[in-house]
């Protein structure tokens, strides 16, 4: 294990960056990249097919300098190494984060608990290979003799947002004679609107739950066996046919009637936030297919390799995780909106705000002491151009420091005459208002009235960072995604969390499983809830029994 570090606020660089703030939080960008023109040329890093401007941040080279001091001092190369020694750095729940391993190529080696995991990782992708070239290929038939034609993906968390935002980013590249639905919320709405289309002799479900009890996606997943059944005369053996499970509990599998052929596993050292490259992903690579699922892989690996092997200065995640510990403890920014100009991404915010908050919403270090210093923030966002036609007022004119990253792609997948160029000139045009404004003075050359002046004002001075690929490709996805897991890696590091437990969406669930029982009994079940929560659950059954 990594040596101890001295807690953050005593940290000589922690405190280098205190005194450093107070000198230059009154700097504009309009004066950092006045007084040093090849600014926006310098502060940029290129690597594993991505490009990184994070010159409109407010920061100088002395800034900079002291955030990797920063780094250093709180042991960030020895805690990447730990993380891919497979070294058990998930203190809480005492296990190995090794997600790099699933996307490691055959023939590595990463080690956890005196075994290569890399052989068992791709056991697990040929069998899904297998799989999934049958159903692609119409060899797999569904209880009636015909192929299977429509895929359900039932999960929660980690089982459904990377699933949905794969199969949304990388639909140009997807099997349109397949129909992916997908299926989180236990409100029962979400899966009568995802079936009610749907014909049952032609769709498989894909039941994603390590445990096979997630209250969620069981509740859905049994909703689906009695639609499926209903469909399919009743013929119990019909749900071998239909359904597939990524679980690592064979009993339950076997038991709601899945072949444990078809049950696809993962490990322990996967967290569910950090599982779309795996098992999970199954819906991914039936839609895209095995060859381009093992591209967005190979994409994953590369910004891995980068992570693990780039000096800090050069290091695309880590000056990402720095830059965003600089505008969250320093600047006071409580947010960060991510902003893809690029509508395959749509689902790409909510993706990452599980990934972000879930990591990183904690309130004490790894040793259990409470912090004095703010942690995650709050990640949010939509596709541009649509944000500049809602939100963006806030970020340009509001009182909050919002950072933003702008994600582009130098060519469209779907080229429709000036689209793209009309796009990009947005992106660089918001990243520009954003950082320079417009003072009352440019105002006022323009003709505008006295009165007007103030509200035409732009303060600018909101930092950003634009991030540029060649075209939305499986591999290019793998990279993203890559960068901003090891991003949020670095900034839990510097903050001494643990960023790979989530107790924190225990409690609700805990509580949830004793409420439910007291809104289904028929007796009148005795309350000891706080006088809100009893009166909210007696309206509730007073209104079922009058109904």
């Not at 099997?175 to 979400?190: E, K, M, P």
């Not at 950003?464 to 290019?476: G, H, Q, R």
Request: charged letters at 20%; hydrophobic letters at 40%.
């Amino acid at each position: 294990m990594t040596a101890p570090v001295a807690p953050l606020t005593e940290r000589r660089a922690w405190k280098a960056l205190t005194a450093h703030h107070r000198t230059i939080r009154d700097l504009h960008l309009r004066k950092l990249f006045a007084d040093d023109p090849a600014r926006g040329e310098r502060m940029t890093v290129e690597a594993a097919g991505l490009y990184l401007d994070y010159s409109k941040h407010r920061v100088t080279a002395d800034t900079l300098t002291l955030l990797l001091q920063l780094a250093e001092e709180s042991c960030l190369r020895e805690r990447i190494d730990a993380l891919f020694r497979g070294e058990k750095i998930n203190l809480t729940e005492n296990r190995a984060v090794l997600h790099v391993a699933l996307r490691a190529p055959r023939g590595a080696t990463l080690v956890v608990g005196g075994e290569n995991v890399v052989p068992q990782v791709h056991d697990v992708l040929d069998k899904m290979t297998n799989c999934a070239d049958r159903i692609r290929n119409g060899t797999w038939k569904g209880h009636t003799g015909k192929r299977i034609r429509n895929i359900v993906n039932i999960g929660i968390g980690g089982s459904d947002l990377g699933p949905v935002m794969a199969y949304e980013a990388l639909k140009h590249y997807s099997d349109r004679a397949l129909t992916f639905r997908f299926v989180s919320n236990i409100d029962g709405t979400d899966f009568a609107e995802a079936v009610r289309d749907l014909d049952p002799a032609e769709t498989l479900f894909i039941v994603s739950s390590k445990t096979f009890t997630t209250m969620e996606t069981m509740t859905n997943a049994q909703s689906a066996r009695a639609w499926s059944l209903a469909g399919l005369g009743g013929a119990a053996a019909s749900v071998a046919r239909h359904f597939v499970a990524v679980s690592t509990n064979a009993a339950e599998v076997a038991k709601f009637g899945i072949d444990p052929a078809n049950m696809f596993g993962f490990w322990d050292w996967v967290g569910g936030r950090y599982s779309m490259e795996s098992a999970i992903g199954l819906s991914t690579m039936l839609a895209i297919g095995p060859e381009q699922f093992r591209a967005m892989l190979a994409g994953f690996h590369q910004m891995d390799e980068h992570f693990r092997t780039a000096p800090f200065g050069r290091n695309l995640p880590v000056l990402m995780g720095l830059l965003a510990v600089w505008n969250n403890n320093f600047l006071g920014a409580q947010t960060v909106a991510v902003l893809p100009y690029e509508q395959y991404l749509k689902r790409f915010p909510a993706y990452l705000q599980q990934l972000t908050m879930e990591s990183n919403g904690k309130r004490v270090t790894r040793d259990g002491v409470e912090v004095t210093y703010q942690t995650g923030p709050i990640y949010w966002g939509e596709p541009g151009t649509n944000g500049q036609h809602s939100f963006y007022q806030l970020i340009h004119q509001g009182t909050r420091l919002i950072p933003s990253d702008f994600i582009a792609f130098h060519e469209s997948l779907n080229p429709l005459g000036r689209h793209h160029d009309l796009l990009l000139a947005n992106v660089f045009a918001q990243t520009e208002a954003l950082a320079f404004g417009k003072t009352a003075e440019e105002v006022r050359r323009e003709g505008t009235p006295d009165w007007l002046v103030p509200h035409r004002v732009f303060e600018g001075n909101r930092p950003s960072n634009t991030i540029l690929a060649e075209c939305l490709t499986p591999e290019t996805l793998g990279r993203l995604v890559a960068l901003y897991e090891h991003a949020v890696f670095t900034q839990g590091v510097i903050w001494d969390i643990d960023s790979f437990d989530q107790w924190g969406v225990e409690l609700g669930k805990v509580l949830a499983q004793r409420i439910v029982p007291e809104l289904e009994s028929e007796a009148e079940p005795t309350l000891t809830h706080d006088s809100s929560t009893n009166n909210l659950i007696r309206r509730c059954r007073r209104h079922k029994q009058s109904s």
